[in-house]
């Protein structure tokens, strides 16, 4: 008696999933038939920047696709397809495709958030995004953000992804570091980097030269010259110094104009 409940049980269960699976596989064979009524594309500005627009993404949903997708069926669409192709843009860190309830489909993208200029000396141009990644400057728009000069930056500019070398990791790390912290956010305006243990900076406001040495050891060296802007200068004068070398170990060292 029990065997033949286990076998009823059994055949149940498996029956029951039978039914499931063929009303999922239903669904979704109906949805793959439904087609595209509209196309609603949605760009996360979170940080006010504008490297690309509703038209670029547009574009970008319809390369490879012919004149438009509009009425085709899902299943005739790739909707894994147009996701890579948006986020092969560069200033697109990722992106979502997907059929909402009204037919439409839905295409949202986040952009890269640059967070550092970097200009050679040859004049060559790029972003340094918050993942480490060197993006190409954009026609459409100029982001606010500290402008990184010399030298060095010819070699910075040879890489896909700053984090690939251990200085330029460093420099990037310094360079988080100030636009995360409000008093050196508003206090730094332009970088000079010579070489990767010849970082220079320049105040928003005043003159003073303020060599900072490598990027390592960042939070020391910030902390030195902090207590020079908020203890020295107030003291000494604004116009007293005309150069801050905090490269060495519990040293502020100040030149005198």
């Given amino acids: 008696m029990k065997t033949r409940e286990t076998i009823l049980r059994v055949a149940g269960i498996i029956g029951g999933s039978v039914i499931i699976f063929l009303m999922i596989s239903f669904v979704e ?5 439904y087609r595209i009524e509209d196309i609603d594309v ?4 979170a940080f006010e920047n504008f490297f690309i627009d509703e038209a670029d993404v547009m574009s970008l949903i319809m390369e490879n696709e012919g004149d438009s997708i509009l009425g ?3 299943g005739r669409v790739s909707l894994r397809a147009i996701e890579s192709r948006i986020e092969s843009h560069s200033f697109v860190k990722d992106a979502e495709v997907f059929r909402d309830l009204k037919g439409h489909l839905v295409v949202k993208a986040r952009q890269n958030k640059p967070v550092a200029r970097l200009i050679s000396n040859r ?3 790029a972003y340094l995004g918050e993942d480490g990644d060197v993006l190409p400057v954009s026609p459409k728009y100029t982001a606010r953000v500290p402008v990184i000069t010399g030298k060095y930056v010819s070699d910075m500019l040879e890489l896909s992804n700053v984090n690939e070398r251990e200085d330029d990791a460093n420099i990037f790390a310094m360079v988080n570091f100030i636009n995360e912290d409000k008093f050196w956010a508003k206090q730094v305006g332009q970088i000079i980097i010579n070489a990767s243990d010849d970082i220079v900076m320049y105040p928003q406001v005043g003159n003073q030269m303020l060599e900072f040495g490598d990027a390592n050891n960042i939070e020391r060296k910030f902390k030195n010259l902090k207590i020079f802007f908020k203890e020295i200068m ?3 004068g604004w116009n007293t110094y005309k150069r801050v070398n905090v ?3 519990d040293q502020i060292i100040c030149d005198t104009k």
Wanted: proline fraction near 5%; aromatic fraction near 10%.
């Fill in 247 to 249: 490269a060495f170990k």
């Fill in 234 to 236: 107030p003291t000494k």
């Fill in 42 to 45: 949605e760009i996360e500005n």
């Fill in 72 to 74: 085709d069926q899902y």
């Fill in 29 to 33: 064979k109906r949805e793959l038939g």
């Fill in 123 to 125: 004049g060559e141009s």
